[in-house]
Structures are given as structure tokens and as C-alpha cells.
């Protein structure tokens, strides 16, 4: 690791303000992805803010009949939350289904939406990168393609989200609460939180510099019956080839998002229409524009064949 | 010869010494993190920065002054000797670092000592001693449950806090009803245990003792 220096924040605000004094700083919570690359020298802030202090651990209910998750809440919390795991079964489910129960005490939510990809051209340095290093190139493209992106990719990144707990959030329409070094605070809807790569993939979320994560927001429950099937190379403790959240009601609607499949999330409102009438036209239309290589265009058919998995389960 | 006129030299003690000579006849007088890099990034920093720490460890309380880079794995392990607490993989993938930290089972390779002021951690050491091992190590011993033994600290912390969880009620990723309490299977065991790796493959013994020491306290 390079050297840094260190400070506790005492407030949200006053955590931003400092991250934007600060050129190279990070805030630090759970601390599991930033030290992994901050080894590596993937990652080299010049100062961490340790936001484990602010006072975010907290779930609580929304006057809209929601819940507010409070950014510093532990994986392993949320996912054994009673009122998630009755009303929003999906997001506990994703988390489970995700890392170890060591990582899942000490990973944050606000930390897992900030997860960087585990693409293998992103962690080899010897290797060009666009994410890591803009400008350099993509050495993905045209290389080991089978855990990476079908749809979404641009021709400087074709890396996925690692993510499991985002993409239950993305089928659930949460909202990422931040404050911003000057003090305001503003919402952002999951589905504009995650950017596709396009020409500048080192950008990932939409957070300005030094917009810290306060709290992600739940709407009130969706009901229906929640399923997050991961599909992955071993039974525990691996990334998703691909991974369906689903809330499925009793007349057949429903919600769906996939996860290993692109840069963010992928949810494509327009094509649940499609569910009705089942797995294969729902997921052509949900996978419309994809661009797979030979290498992952088995993820197509495995996301289908996962949805189709689903619903047969709903149904029954 | 009487035993108490032995020096006591373990392998740790020579291979520490062997080690410190060979870098005192190797190494120039400034430490090599000091060196300037070719392709530092704006803002970074060249020299080391220190900050002090005070936690409890297996009871006692200890303060120290480190490099804020210093994990809390290396903490343990080089400025407090408690060497119990292995370095297998030191990116989270392995378990071999698995300690108890205010009561859950963490990575101790994957957090920063200096995060952790006024934290209480318990480590292999702190859970049981040779003339009075915890009934988890009992339970290793009893099954076999290691070859090398590289990875039982981490095991035995692990397992010792996981039964914890189950009896706290937070689910897995095979508990079939998210509403209902969770059972201590030898599936449940399995999933909930996947982030500690053995190579020697001892994991049907190792579940043999976490399953004897679950059922006695059930």
C-alpha cells in the first residue's frame, strides 16, 4: 500500500467537506473492496475518512410505509432486518447469496453499491485498462470475455457490476440519499445511481466528488412473491454469471433485474409487459440491443433459462 | 542437562533472527517504502504516516503506535507476536485470518488497525489455552480436523462465532424460510462456512466438530 493519512469524521457533512478539501481521498467504511485494491495499488488515496463513527447504522421506517437504510448498515444487519426479510425477501436474498459471512459483518450497503467490477484486466496492472487507468485501453476486448458484460458495453469497457445487494435494489426502485461538501443532500433513484461505461467507464456512479451516501431508501413493499436466483461457477462465495431478482405478483406482472450482465443493474421497465407471456419473449426483450461475445453469449440463454426457473416457481 | 538450562529457541525465534540478520546485511539504512516512485499519483504521500491505537485483545488492553497501512491482521501478528492468527492469502479469500471482533468473525487482513479504537478482539489465543482448549478446539482435536493445521485458527474462530450467528437468528443463503429460525444442518454448516479454505481438504472432518459442539450446545 502507499501511505495515507488517516481522520475520524464527526458528522456526514463534515466528512464530505473534508473528501473535497482533500484532493485523493476516499471515505473508508467496511473497508473490503477498498483494501483488497488499495494492496494492489489499484486503489492509492493519499487520505482515508473513516465514516465508521456517523451515526448510519440504522433501519428505520419511512412515513410512506418504506424503510431508510442507513448507509453504515452491515450486510449480515440487513439481510437478518425482520421487516426485510418479510417485506423485501428479494434484498435479503441478494445478500445472502453474496461474499462470506466474515465480508457480510463488515461490508456497508453504501460500500456494496460502491463495489468496483472484478473484471481481470481491472485488477492486473499490467494490463491495460480503461476503468483504471483512462485512456490506456481495454484489454478485455478481444481477450477472456466469458465473465464480462452482453449489453451495455461500449468499445472502452465491457466490465460487469459485481454487485448482488444493487441489482435486488434496482427491482425494488430504492433511492440513494447523499449530502454534498457544501451541505445539501439530494436523492437519486437506483436506476440513474449506476452509469453505463461509454467513453469514460472510470466514472461509475453518478456521486460528485465528495458526495458521501448517507442512506438508501425503499419504497413501500411490492408484495407479490420476491426470488433472487444467482447463477455462479460454485455453490458459495463466487460472483453471478448471471443473476435474476424478481417480484412476481399473483396475476403474473412483475419486476426483474438482472445482475452479471452489464456495467449496472439491468432493468428494463418497458419489457415487463412481456412476463405474461413468459421467460423467453420477457428476456428478449430485456436483453434487446445485447452484444455478447462468443465467449459469454451463453449468458443469454442462462438468463432465460434462470428467469424461466423463476417464474415456474412463482407460479407453483 | 536440566530443561531450564535449555535456551529457548523455537523455529519462530530462529527464523525471525535469520531473517533480521539477512535483511541488516541486505537492506541500505532507509526502508524501501521510502523510496521514491516513478508513477506516483497526484497528491500522494512518500513518507509513512504513523498514528497511535488503543484496543483490548484477548482481554487485555494494549496500545500501540503504527503505520496507519498496517492491517489489523499484521498488528496481531507483528507487533503483538500473537501469531496464531495466520496470513494465507491477505485479500479476504481465504479465512486463514478470521478473528472475533466485538463479538462477529471478520477478516482481519481486510480492515485497518487504526479503524479499530476501542474495539474488543478475541483471537485463537484468546479463545482457549493447551491446558484449557475451547470445546471447538476440543473438537478439532477429537475429529482430525486439520492436516497442516494452516487454516485452523481461522476455522475455529469462524465456526465459534458462526454458531453465534445461527443462534441470533440471521439467516443464510440455504435457509429455505426467511421467517423461520434457522437449524443448524450440515448444509446450513457447509454455506456458512464457505469463506474459510482448506487445501488440505479436511472438511468433512471439520464439520464433524462444528457439528458435535452445535448439537452439545443446542
Known sequence: MKPFTYERARSPAEAAAAAARRPGAKFIAGGTNLLDLMK?????????????????????????????????VRNTDLAADERVRRDYAVLSRALLAG?????????????????????????????????????????????????????????????TNPSDMAVAMRALDAVVETVRPDGTTRSIPIAEFHRLPGGTPHIETALEAGELITAVTLPPPAGGRQFYRKVRDRASYAFALVSVAAVVQRDGTGRVALGGV?????????????????????????????????????KLALAERTLASVLAEARG | MPASDTPSVTRRSAMAG????????????????????????????????????????????????????????????????????????????CGACTVILDGKRVYSCLTLAVMHEGDAVTTIE?????????????AFVKHDGYQCGYCTPGQICASVAMLEEIKAGIPSHVTADLTAAAQTTAEEIRERMSGNICRCG?????????TEVAERQA
Not at chain 1, 125 to 145: E, L, M, V
Not at chain 2, 202 to 210: E, Q
Open chain 1, 99 to 159: 461474499a462470506t459471512g466474515q465480508l457480510r459483518n463488515k461490508a456497508t450497503t453504501a460500500g456494496n453499491l460502491l463495489q468496483r467490477t472484478r473484471c481481470p484486466y481491472f485488477y492486473d496492472t499490467a494490463q491495460p485498462c480503461n476503468k483504471r487507468q483512462p485512456g490506456s485501453g481495454c484489454a478485455a476486448i478481444g481477450g477472456f470475455t466469458r465473465p464480462l458484460a452482453v449489453i451495455g458495453g461500449s468499445e472502452a469497457c465491457i466490465a
Open chain 1, 40 to 72: 494492489l495499488q489499484i486503489e492509492v488515496p493519499a487520505h482515508l475518512i473513516d465514516v465508521n463513527g456517523l451515526a448510519l447504522d440504522k433501519v428505520e421506517p419511512t412515513p410512506e410505509g418504506g424503510l431508510r437504510i442507513g448507509a453504515l
Open chain 2, 202 to 210: 479436511a472438511y468433512s472432518n471439520i464439520l464433524d466438530a462444528i
Open chain 1, 262 to 298: 452489464a456495467h449496472k443493474p439491468w432493468r428494463v421497465e418497458g419489457a415487463e409487459a412481456e412476463l405474461r407471456r413468459g421467460a423467453k419473449p420477457a428476456m428478449a426483450a430485456i436483453l434487446d440491443g445485447a452484444r455478447p461475445t462468443p465467449e459469454n453469449a451463453f
Open chain 2, 18 to 93: 535469520a531473517a533480521a540478520s539477512a535483511a541488516a546485511a541486505s537492506l541500505p539504512p532507509v526502508a524501501l517504502a521510502q523510496a521514491p516512485s516513478a508513477a506516483a499519483p497526484a497528491g500522494a504521500l512518500e513518507a509513512p504516516v504513523t498514528a497511535t491505537l488503543s484496543l483490548t485483545v484477548n482481554g487485555e488492553a494494549q496500545s500501540l503506535e503504527l503505520d496507519t497501512r498496517t492491517t489489523l491482521l499484521d498488528a496481531l501478528r507483528e507487533h503483538l507476536h500473537l501469531t496464531g492468527t495466520k496470513k494465507g492469502c491477505d485479500h479476504g479469500q
Open chain 2, 126 to 138: 484468546g479463545l482457549g489455552r493447551p491446558d484449557s482448549l475451547h470445546p471447538m478446539q476440543a
